[in-house]
T-cell receptor, first 109, second 113 residues
Framework: QKEVEQNSGPLSVPEGAIASLNCTYSDRVSQSFFWYRQYSGKSPELIMSIYSNGDKEDGRFTAQLNKASQYVSLLIRDSQPSDSATYLCAAAGNTPLVFGKGTRLSVIA | DTEVTQTPKHLVMGMTNKKSLKCEQHMGHRAMYWYKQKAKKPPELMFVYSYEKLSINESVPSRFSPECPNSSLLNLHLHALQPEDSALYLC????????????FGDGTRLSIL
């Protein structure tokens, strides 16, 4: 069974700090990895995609992928209260996306 | 605004009613998906259409019936639903069915009385 594991949180960080969200996956065939942000009562919004080992930066967000360790992470720099949401990690390969259960992030002003 | 449009945004129906959820995308995506999401849970895949053909049915009860009239449209027909079917129903699309990010609509909040 393909699985994506995330710590459910809540992860609380002070405003301006770096939030670090982690994810592991079980299927070595997975090739593509995505981070979605979901505000309460809203739909998931794609914020980062990563396909190869290493880091990918987009504004305040950095995604990191280590295929040997089957590990994906998302760093949010200068966290803002508006970043408070649930972050879903997803892995894709020869099947549709497999979602983790999500990590709830709370940024405290 | 999302590029995947779902209607209606909210739906309240009785257990004997028949209703349909609609989803539309104009991004030229060839894969479309229906998900069900309960509070504080991740989206749960229901159906996948790939090139207008049903490719995955995740053992969904027959009271949910999907339809893909063309490459831009996806419907979910509902009949004789149960109270436990109350949830947020999400439509998503992706360029191809594999290895691609999915883009979600805003969802339909469904309540079964």
């Amino acid at each position: 069974q393909k699985e994506v594991e995330q710590n459910s949180g809540p992860l609380s960080v002070p405003e301006g700090a770096i939030a670090s969200l982690n994810c592991t996956y079980s299927d070595r065939v997975s090739q593509s990895f995505f981070w979605y942000r979901q505000y309460s009562g809203k739909s998931p919004e794609l914020i980062m995609s990563i396909y190869s080992n290493g880091d990918k930066e987009d504004g305040r967000f950095t995604a990191q992928l280590n295929k040997a360790s089957q590990y994906v992470s998302l760093l949010i720099r200068d966290s803002q209260p508006s970043d408070s949401a649930t972050y879903l990690c997803a892995a894709a390969g020869n099947t549709p996306l497999v979602f983790g259960k999500g990590t709830r992030l709370s940024v405290i002003a | 605004d999302t590029e995947v449009t779902q209607t209606p945004k909210h739906l309240v129906m009785g257990m004997t009613n028949k209703k349909s959820l609609k989803c539309e995308q104009h991004m030229g995506h060839r894969a479309m998906y229906w998900y069900k999401q309960k509070a504080k849970k991740p989206p749960e895949l229901m159906f996948v259409y790939s090139y207008e053909k049903l490719s995955i049915n995740e053992s969904v009860p027959s009271r949910f019936s999907p339809e893909c009239p063309n490459s831009s449209l996806l419907n979910l027909h509902l009949h004789a639903l149960q109270p436990e079917d109350s949830a947020l129903y999400l439509c998503a699309s992706s360029q191809e069915p594999k290895n691609q990010p999915q883009h979600f609509g805003d969802g339909t909040r469904l309540s079964i009385l």
